[in-house]
């Protein structure tokens, strides 16, 4: 059996030779696609740790008779793997470099000889968090250059509203240049700024995936560029890679759940740090059509919160039958007195509903800290347990 030295240049040497039969495999990529090479450019000054975009750059260098940007460019991820202690992504690279005849074979031998060396070293776990594009980080090469080219290049002037809260567009963009606000109108008619987001960041996700209008406006605060998707491309992806289709699904649910916090007037104190922590250790469950939440009002050990859709609490009462629509916005649980639904009391939704179920601790926690959180929480608990109870006196 080949000692793992013997195994890790084997592997090397492979992965130099598939890169080099990488265009045969696919013919579809045209080899004077400036704006293919534009875009894998874009996207490695971003992610300048990211194998999926800096491999593929340097064949289509190569393609493009600019030998030298891909010798350099080869090098310099050989010398990036090894600082960050991945020495068997170095090797590879050296190997490419080779096969490119980069005119510097001293170093080249000197830092195969450094990479062999650590090889046996233990593994870095460390994914380079900001340096590779996590949306495709479970995407082989040509799946990545699959999903890139199905995207549309838009250049967007300082000012101009890429997508406008409420409308209905289901497109997806990734932004390679330029700055972008993301901000919101209140139910009150109050601006709220969400967040900027950078090179590197997507948006529109939410529209993309779940065919939602869009939860907010984001708008260009300079001149940018951006490569926008269809919801066929993102279908495509996710059918093509089963776990990138998981991975984004993740990142989706998690970013619907943190725009939430803002929209919802329960969780308008909440500082950036529990909005994370609400999105991250919340799910959101999708039901369709007439579809039966709870039965008897149990829901046990939990705060559900409508995000998109309608449902309906059905009571009876001395024999008559009282029907509430839940919109919105709205909670019920088993975690407080005032979430209690009454006994008895079936829940089902109207058509496409999405709920996020927030967890016990992280319930509680805001009770605790909130006063604005708990305060919402019981007035509305109040009007709705005297509506299913036949109350119309308030």
């Known amino acids: ?186 139910k009150t008619g109050h601006r709220i700024d969400v967040s900027m987001l950078e090179a590197g960041h997507f948006f529109g996700e939410f529209a993309c995936v779940y065919k939602l209008p869009r939860s907010a406006t984001v708008t260009a605060k300079e001149n940018a560029l951006v490569l926008e998707f269809s919801d066929t491309a993102i279908s495509q992806l996710m059918q093509r890679s089963p776990i990138a289709g998981e991975r984004l699904m993740q990142i989706i649910q998690t970013r619907l759940i943190h725009s939430l916090s803002f929209s919802h007037p329960a969780m308008s104190e909440l500082p950036e740090t529990d909005r994370k922590w609400l999105a991250e250790e919340s799910h959101l469950l999708e039901f369709q059509g007439d579809s039966l939440i709870t039965r008897d009002g149990e829901m046990p050990d939990r705060c559900c919160v409508i995000v998109y859709g309608t449902a309906t609490a059905q009571h009876t009462v001395d024999g008559k039958t009282i029907e509430l629509i839940m919109n919105a916005g709205e909670m019920f649980g088993d975690l407080n007195p005032y979430l209690n639904l009454p006994p008895k009391t079936t829940v089902h939704t109207n058509g496409r509903t999405l709920i996020c179920s927030i967890p016990k601790e992280v319930f509680r926690s805001f009770m605790n800290a909130y006063g604005n959180f708990e305060q919402w929480v019981e007035a509305h608990g109040k009007k709705r347990l005297q509506k299913l109870k036949g109350d119309t006196s308030n």
């Open 1 to 186: 059996m080949p000692k793992k030295t013997e195994y890790t240049m084997l592997h090397s040497r492979i992965m130099a030779i598939h890169f080099f039969s990488f265009h045969l495999q696919f013919p579809y990529m045209k080899p004077n696609n400036e704006n293919l090479l534009r875009v894998y450019q874009d996207l490695h000054k971003i992610f300048p740790e990211d194998l999926h975009i800096a491999r593929p750059l340097i064949q289509m260098l190569k393609t493009a008779n600019d030998s030298e940007q891909a010798r350099d460019l080869a090098m310099g991820m050989a010398r990036r793997m090894l600082a960050k202690g991945r020495p068997g992504d170095s090797l590879s690279f050296l190997e490419i470099c080779k096969l490119l005849e980069h005119p510097d074979k001293n170093e080249i031998e000197a830092m195969v000889s450094i990479a062999q060396l650590t090889v046996d070293g233990p593994i870095d776990m460390e994914t380079g968090t900001g340096k590779t594009f996590m949306l495709i980080d479970q995407l082989s090469d040509h799946e990545t250059l699959d999903f890139l080219e199905h995207g549309r290049l838009i250049e967007i002037k300082e000012g101009t509203d890429i997508v406008q809260q409420g409308e209905v567009n289901q497109n997806f963009y990734l932004i390679l240049r330029g700055n972008m606000q993301v901000h919101m109108t209140s």
